[in-house]
């Protein structure tokens, strides 16, 4: 067990990292933005803690997608191509990511991240409306984002479910509770799917997985509800900061053997992070201010 005696303090952390990541994921996608990070930073291996994540979030998506179907918003007779192709792009990256080392997944996961920060940070919060039309046919979306966003799934997946809400609501012209509700659809099939290749190479700690999922499943359902009720802005900020400041975590763990990083003091280190997420706040209040100027 990666998890000692000394330890069992980090198993209530994990729990709360399992409820907020699920809470998050299930309004508006991203939770592995928060739950793969912290794995990562108590020491867990990169693949042991992409099975570990891909474990505790299957359950955590699960019940936010039965919230959401239970509340009539998917229409399942429409779906069935997507499931097809993003099940084929999950298997071809759960499958490729078995043979990266270690070494190159610390180096890679950390820059994801941050591209897919600035992404969170600059994506508009409604990019549809009634006065717009669906830019592709459905089986034409399904055909291209299944098989990247299935693959990426497969292979990494933080994030996944923010560009699924940001595609649904471009592409297809879905408002932002449908296009969360198909997203946990295709989330929960990709999931499944790289869970049994993980599963398969041993590459799951099941103690701490149970103990995030048990805050997924709270989270889970706690998110769907405050989707439905339109809570998406309450968790946004809590969003950002919290990957903020994991992403920094990382990146500095990553790159700790450096010249550059091996002649910064501890004050000094601190400074460039307090820098850092302050101006991530900073672009985020600004973006939240133009985005209310346009929508009003």
């Known amino acids: 067990m990666l998890l000692e005696l000394s330890h ?3 198993l209530p952390i994990l729990f709360i ?31 042991l803690a992409l099975g570990t994540n891909k474990f505790q979030s299957t359950f955590g998506t699960s019940i936010a997608a039965y919230s959401y ?53 600059f994506a508009p919060k409604k990019l549809s409306g009634s006065d717009l039309a669906p830019k592709l046919s459905e089986k034409t979306f399904y055909l291209i984002f299944g098989l990247a966003l299935g693959f990426y799934d497969g292979f990494l997946g933080p994030g996944v479910g923010s560009f699924w ?21 295709f989330n929960l099939n990709t999931n499944i ?55 920094v975590t990382l990146i500095y763990k990553s790159y700790a053997g450096s010249r550059m990083v091996e002649h910064f003091n501890m004050a ?14 900073m672009v985020y209040i600004w973006r939240t201010k133009k985005l209310n100027e346009v929508t009003s």
């Open 8 to 10: 069992h303090f980090l």
């Open 17 to 47: 990292t399992g409820l907020t990541a699920g809470t998050v994921d299930a309004i508006a996608g991203g939770g592995g933005l928060i739950s793969l990070p912290i794995l990562l930073s108590v020491g867990i291996p990169p693949h």
């Open 69 to 121: 179907y239970r509340h009539g918003i998917i229409d399942k007779q429409k779906i069935l191509a997507g499931l097809i192709f993003t099940l084929l792009g999950a298997l071809i990256g759960a499958i490729s990511i078995q043979y990266l080392s270690g070494d190159i997944l610390k180096r890679i996961i950390p820059s994801i991240l941050l591209v897919v920060l600035i992404y969170t940070l």
């Open 165 to 185: 809400v940001f595609a649904f609501m471009f592409f297809l012209d879905f408002s932002l509770v449908k296009a969360t509700a198909y997203t946990k659809i």
């Open 193 to 247: 799917v790289a869970l049994i290749c993980f599963a398969l190479t041993q590459h799951i700690d099941y103690r701490i997985g149970i103990c995030m999922a048990a805050g997924q499943l709270i989270g889970g359902r706690l998110g769907a509800y405050l989707a439905i009720k339109k809570g998406a802005e309450l968790i946004r900020p809590l969003f950002v900061l919290v990957v903020s400041g994991t992403i």
């Open 268 to 281: 000094t280190k601190i400074i460039f992070s307090l820098i850092l997420l302050t101006t991530i706040s």
